[in-house]
Structure formats: structure tokens, C-alpha cells
């Protein structure tokens, strides 16, 4: 059994006249909690240059879709208007150019449900089976 206790602490971007400021006001959050490595997942906001530089090698980025196919916000909804057989996350460290950036991991499956689930659906179901393959879970149900 595992379990993660997190302590939350909310930088809302709204609240920030700049993306220089509210990156800085993540990486300052991030340093006061001693934060080694930042692993990201939903996370639907471009960092800005100076903040991916100062992370460099720290930031991983967890993709809902298997890039560079399938890139952006709206990823799975793309996946299914584009009948793809199969579709799948990415793991791989940020940059500051987009898209330039070693993939680490491809975590790929069928369509065969495609139907059951929304594209918001489809966006859950691979974090947590990423999460599952990550942890190396020999048996999970639902």
C-alpha cells in the first residue's frame, strides 16, 4: 500500500499581473518546501523561460496523449476525431522550446472503450494507469 501526504499550498495565476511573477512565485514556493523534483500532471499553463532554466533536468511533464502527435490542451478529444487506434501518455522532461525535449517514458493502449469514456475520461484514466505503471502495481481494481 502506498500513501502520499501533500501539503497544498495554491499559486493562483490570476492573482499575477505577469508570468514572470507568478513563476516566481512558484519557484519560491517550491524552494521554501525544499522541492527537489517537480512532476507535473493537468498542469495547463506555459512556464516561462527563466523558470524552465532554473529547474532544468527537474521538471518532468506528464502528457495525456503520445507525442508529438497529439499535442495541447484538447488532446484526447483530437485522438478520438482522429480515429486513432491508440492513444497513451507521455513522460518527458520540460523545455523551453516546446517539443524539444527527451520523452522519457510512452505508456500506450488500444481504443477498444473509446466509446465509453469523454475525452476528460480518457485524460484521468492515463494518469492514474501511468501512476499504476510508475508504482509498479502488480494489481489494481476499479
Known amino acids: 500500500m502506498y500513501m502520499i501526504i501533500i501539503d497544498l499550498q495554491v499559486v493562483n495565476h490570476k ?25 507535473m500532471a493537468g498542469f495547463m499553463r506555459v512556464l516561462g523561460g527563466s523558470f524552465v532554466r532554473r529547474w532544468e533536468g527537474r521538471l518532468l511533464n506528464i502528457h495525456p496523449a503520445l507525442l508529438p502527435a497529439f499535442r495541447g ?8 476525431a482522429a480515429n486513432a487506434p491508440v492513444t497513451g501518455a507521455t513522460v518527458h522532461f520540460v523545455a523551453v522550446l516546446p517539443f524539444l525535449f527527451p520523452f ?19 485524460t484521468s484514466l492515463l494518469l492514474v494507469l501511468f501512476i499504476i505503471n510508475l508504482m509498479d502495481i502488480s494489481s489494481v481494481s476499479f
Not at 511573477?21 to 527537489?36: K, Q
Open 15 to 39: 492573482e499575477y499581473s505577469s508570468r514572470a511573477e507568478f513563476d516566481d512565485r512558484v519557484d519560491s514556493v517550491l524552494r521554501e518546501y525544499g522541492v527537489s523534483q517537480v512532476c
Open 73 to 80: 490542451a484538447h488532446a484526447h478529444r483530437d485522438v478520438l
Open 104 to 122: 522519457l517514458s510512452y505508456i500506450p493502449f488500444l481504443h477498444g472503450f473509446r466509446a465509453a469514456f469523454s475525452p476528460e475520461c480518457m
